[in-house]
């Protein structure tokens, strides 16, 4: 067989490893929408987000099924062992994304984020709102290592400006939170969990910077000549 012929067969099984993991991000990007709903319906008092929170959980759940065997087909592939640990490293990166969505959630369904103060509540609005765009843009990113590897690394580096402008939006929560009328009936160990929340949420931003990071390392792979 010719070398050209083997290396047509090698992009032709990265690309579709890249199409399944789109399938598993699909799964986390719903994971971060059904909590910023959640966290949307909570902060208006309007509507209980029991429903959102079990969708998130499920979502999860399924994500947590695609990777297992996303990673089983890439363990068993003939790609490049280099190809495969690129490939399993962004799955797993993608993984940590739902997993602290989920764990957001979870500390959702304990906490009353709609007795917090309008001022801290406003904070985590915005930052849930950041959260959404960043895993949108992190899919983005994923999608364009197919078919424009510059446009890749354009949303790479948005991923990563947004994930500091989510900081600055966590760094806020915290100083409104300092306050001590932030939580005035709420139990110690309910603030405590509060504080917990603005940690997991933060965390899914950062785990969408990570996974941007690695976008980064595959694209330098598939922008190689031979690559």
Same mark, same amino acid.
């Given at each position: 067989?010719?070398?050209?012929?083997?290396? !047509?067969? #090698?992009?032709?099984? =990265?690309?579709?490893? $890249?199409?399944? @993991? +789109?399938?598993?991000?699909?799964?986390?990007?719903?994971?971060?929408?059904?909590?910023?709903?959640?966290?949307?319906?909570?902060?208006?008092?309007?509507?209980?987000?029991?429903?959102?929170?079990?969708?998130?959980?499920?979502?999860?759940?399924?994500?947590?099924?695609?990777?297992?065997?996303?990673?089983?087909?890439?363990?068993?592939?003939?790609?490049?062992?280099?190809?495969?640990?690129?490939?399993?490293?962004?799955?797993?990166?993608?993984?940590?994304?739902?997993? !602290?969505? #989920?764990?957001?959630? =979870?500390?959702?369904? $304990?906490?009353? @984020? +709609?007795?917090?103060?309008?001022?801290?509540?406003?904070?985590?609005?915005?930052?849930?709102?950041?959260?959404?765009?960043?895993?949108?843009?992190?899919?983005?990113?994923?999608?364009?290592?197919?078919?424009?590897?510059?446009?890749?690394?354009?949303?790479?580096?948005?991923?990563?400006?947004?994930?500091?402008?989510?900081?600055?939006?966590?760094?806020?929560?915290?100083?409104?939170?300092?306050?001590?009328?932030?939580?005035?009936?709420?139990?110690?160990?309910?603030?405590?969990?509060?504080?917990?929340?603005?940690?997991?949420?933060?965390?899914?931003?950062?785990?969408?910077?990570?996974?941007?990071?690695?976008?980064?390392?595959?694209?330098?792979?598939?922008?190689?000549?031979?690559?």
């Amino acid at each position: 067989m010719s070398m050209e012929l083997l290396e !047509w067969f #090698r992009r032709r099984r =990265r690309t579709l490893a $890249i199409r399944h @993991i +789109e399938s598993h991000l699909n799964l986390t990007v719903g994971c971060v929408e059904a909590l910023y709903e959640a966290i949307a319906l909570s902060i208006s008092g309007l509507e209980s987000p029991i429903q959102k929170l079990k969708e998130l959980s499920r979502k999860e759940e399924e994500a947590d099924y695609v990777r297992r065997d996303i990673l089983n087909e890439l363990s068993g592939s003939e790609l490049l062992s280099e190809d495969k640990a690129v490939l399993m490293d962004l799955v797993r990166r993608i993984d940590w994304i739902a997993d !602290w969505a #989920r764990e957001a959630g =979870r500390i959702m369904s $304990i906490i009353r @984020i +709609e007795k917090l103060n309008e001022e801290l509540k406003d904070n985590i609005l915005r930052m849930a709102e950041r959260v959404k765009e960043c895993v949108y843009i992190v899919k983005k990113s994923v999608k364009f290592l197919l078919t424009d590897v510059d446009k890749a690394l354009e949303n790479a580096d948005q991923v990563e400006k947004l994930e500091e402008n989510i900081d600055d939006l966590y760094e806020n929560c915290r100083r409104v939170f300092a306050k001590a009328e932030c939580c005035r009936d709420f139990a110690i160990g309910e603030v405590i969990m509060v504080a917990q929340f603005l940690d997991a949420l933060e965390n899914v931003a950062d785990w969408c910077e990570n996974t941007a990071d690695q976008v980064r390392v595959i694209a330098v792979r598939v922008s190689k000549p031979g690559g």
